[in-house]
Structure formats: structure tokens, C-alpha cells
């Protein structure tokens, strides 16, 4: 099991809004992945998007915090472990910075989906985008690759995503068209600025983290 005993209370905290444009108008069932402390499940059950919901996660604290916000809560390495969960499939299943986590998130991503995820069900993760402009250019001209205790270079990430192979992870065959979004491009923000000045050119280099979205078709 990885260590998670060194992080922050703020690592498994935040409600993960920025996903509302993926979501389906109603969610029912929802199940999130590395749920944290479940933030992001309460705010579903407070807002009556989800009928009930379910978390899984590693972090015995974050999840015994969790399940003061969520329907059921267990704490397992989904990896490592069967978890028996009762009652029907999910209509949502949220794995949001978790994957790059797993030694082998293909398989999971697999496992969700066939054993996990209804048919018409909808499948939500965001990734860290490695080809961030603020991973490329120490390593391009300082040879340096450091990592930290959160961010794009957390010590726990096992695997690393550019858009294409965040997309790629996603590619089920039971699973439709990936469908992939940015946040930080809307209003006037410096980011949309610039993309816009650059012509898109280097929008993957100012790329934090992708969202992406499949919908269970078979």
C-alpha cells in the first residue's frame, strides 16, 4: 500500500466542482474512487444530483472522514483487494487524480467498467497533465525531475498522462467516445489570454490537469 501518512488534511479535502459540466443531470448511484475525505460526495448528496453514494479509499483517516459525507465508505486499496459492494452498479463512477496513482490503471479503468459501472453509465476521471509547461522546461533545461508532496511531480504518482494517453487510458471497449476537457480557458483569465494571443499553439504546455468522460454504450 502506498504511504499517505505524511499528507495534508487540505490533500483529501475539496470538493470537486469543476466537474459539474461533465456530469449527467441526474446521477444516482455514484461511486468515486479515491474519495478523500469526501467532499466532492457531499456536495452530490447535498445537491440532490446523486441518490446515494459510495467511496473507496486508501487513506484510513480521509476515509473515515469521508463517511460523514457519503452513503458507505471503505477503506481498501482497490488494487490489492476485492471490495464487496451491495445493491446494483453505479451510474457514476468518478476517479478524479487517482489513476496516475495505480501500478496498472488500465486494469482498473477495466475493472470499473465491467464489474462496476451500468450500462448508460458514465465514467469521470481528471489526470495531471505531464507536459505542463512547469514539469518540460526544468526538465529540458535543468535536467531536473522533482518531486513533491502535491502537484504535477507528487512522490505517490506512479503513472504520468499527456492528453492523448489520458484519452487513451479511457479507451474501453465498452465505453463510447472520450470526451476531454480543460478548465482555467474561460472569462478573462491570463491563461485564455495567452492561449488566444498563441493561436492554441502551447495550450497543452499551460494545461494543469485533463477531465474526461465516457459513457458506458455495451
Request: charged share 20%; hydrophobic share 45%.
Amino acid at each position: 500500500m502506498q504511504s499517505y501518512q505524511d499528507k495534508s488534511d487540505d490533500y483529501f479535502a475539496h470538493a470537486r466542482k469543476e466537474i459539474l459540466p461533465l456530469l449527467p443531470q441526474h446521477c444516482g448511484r455514484v461511486l468515486e474512487l479515491g474519495c478523500g475525505s469526501g467532499a466532492t460526495l457531499g456536495w452530490l448528496r447535498q445537491t440532490q444530483k446523486a441518490s446515494y453514494t459510495v467511496g473507496i479509499e486508501i487513506a484510513e483517516g480521509a476515509a473515515a472522514a469521508a463517511r460523514a459525507h457519503a452513503d458507505e465508505v471503505h477503506w481498501a486499496d482497490f488494487e490489492r483487494s476485492d471490495v464487496a459492494l451491495a445493491g446494483e452498479k453505479f451510474n457514476v463512477i468518478l476517479c478524479l487524480d487517482v489513476l496516475e496513482h495505480m501500478v496498472d490503471p488500465w486494469s482498473v479503468v477495466d475493472r470499473l467498467v465491467s464489474a462496476y459501472l451500468a450500462d448508460g453509465g458514465t465514467l469521470i476521471a481528471s489526470v495531471p497533465n505531464v507536459r505542463h509547461y512547469s514539469v518540460v522546461l526544468p526538465l529540458l533545461f535543468g535536467g531536473r525531475w522533482d518531486y513533491a508532496d502535491a502537484g504535477l511531480l507528487d512522490r505517490t504518482h506512479l503513472r504520468f498522462f499527456t492528453r492523448g494517453t489520458a484519452q487513451a487510458l479511457l479507451s474501453h471497449a465498452q465505453l463510447g467516445d472520450v470526451a476531454c476537457m480543460t478548465t482555467g480557458f474561460d472569462g478573462v483569465s491570463k491563461k485564455r489570454v495567452f492561449n488566444t494571443l498563441t493561436l492554441g499553439i502551447f495550450q497543452d504546455l499551460i494545461t494543469y490537469q485533463y477531465y474526461l468522460a465516457a459513457r458506458k454504450v455495451r
